[in-house]
Every structure is written in structure tokens, then in C-alpha cells.
């Protein structure tokens, strides 16, 4: 019966401290360039609307990568400046297939590019063809998982069950 009680006065106080305590710690102020709670910085691809840039070329490869910090599916773009890797998704959903897109085809990109690895890559946002666009990330960065693939694009009939 003692042991209960000591139990019982052991974790009221517990509780009690961390009641206390736990206020406190989230009242700490966040450094500039730092996430509250996170004592690192910011990743440098944070994704900046204010940093995109658009780009126009010719597809000379699509491909899947399965490493690294940016897997998914990247395209190399042929521009007049050069071969840019455009990063376009991480979901499944978003490949070649889907997209509607092949080697050799005319593309606009809108983007920000970032650093991976100490190599360039733009984090596709939008992609233009000649006849759709496609949004791939958030104006925040954040990829969109829900492409639909072109077949399934057709109207369907929709057909509601119970009630009068």
C-alpha cells in the first residue's frame, strides 16, 4: 500500500514539473534563418515563388532516379544555356506516361533551381507542352501527388446510392 503511494507522489510531482517546465521551453524565441524548435538552419531549397525562373527546351532524356535526397523522376532539358535537370516529382504517378511526354518534345518549365549534391537541379513547379500544363509542386515546394494519368481525364457518369 506505501509502494502505491510513493508511486502516486512520484508521478503527481512529474506531472506537476512538466506542467512547469514544458510552457517554458516553447517560449524560447527562434533564431532569424531557423524553424521554431529546429536549432539548424533552413534547407538552402527551401521553395521561394520569388526565386523561379521559366525555361524553354527540347527533352533529351527522362529518367527515374531511385537515390539520393531528390528521387523521383527527372528530365534533362536542352536550352539555349545548356542541359538544365529539371526535377519533376517523386510520385509515382508522375513519370513519362502519365505526363504524356517523350524524348525529343518541345517543353516550358517554370521552376526554382537549388542545389543537390553540389549539382544543379531545377524543382519543376509547372510544366507547359504544346497542348497542357501540369502543375507538379505547391507555390510552398511541396510536390503534388495527384496526377492524373491522360486516358482517365474523360467525363464518367456519376450514380448516387440510398435515399428516396
Avoid: C
Avoid at 511526354?101 to 542545389?115: F, L
Amino acid at each position: 500500500m506505501i509502494r502505491y503511494r510513493l508511486f502516486d507522489v512520484t508521478f503527481l510531482a512529474a506531472l506537476a514539473a512538466g506542467f512547469v517546465f514544458v510552457p517554458l521551453v516553447g517560449a524560447q524565441s527562434a533564431a532569424p534563418g531557423t524553424v521554431t524548435g529546429i536549432s539548424r538552419p533552413l534547407p538552402e531549397r527551401t521553395y521561394s515563388v520569388a526565386k523561379e525562373i521559366r525555361i524553354q527546351g527540347t527533352i533529351q532524356s527522362i529518367e527515374v532516379s531511385n537515390g539520393g535526397a531528390l528521387r523521383g523522376t527527372h528530365a534533362q532539358i536542352a536550352t539555349a544555356q545548356g542541359i538544365v535537370d529539371a526535377h519533376l516529382g517523386v510520385s509515382p504517378n508522375v513519370n513519362a506516361k502519365t505526363l504524356d511526354i517523350s524524348n525529343g518534345e518541345t517543353v516550358e518549365i517554370t521552376g526554382m533551381m537549388a542545389k543537390e549534391s553540389g549539382e544543379s537541379v531545377l524543382l519543376a513547379r509547372i510544366l507547359t507542352t504544346t497542348d497542357r500544363i501540369f502543375i507538379l509542386r505547391s507555390e510552398q515546394g511541396v510536390p503534388i501527388r495527384g496526377i492524373v494519368p491522360r486516358g482517365n481525364l474523360t467525363a464518367t457518369k456519376a450514380t448516387m446510392k440510398g435515399g428516396s
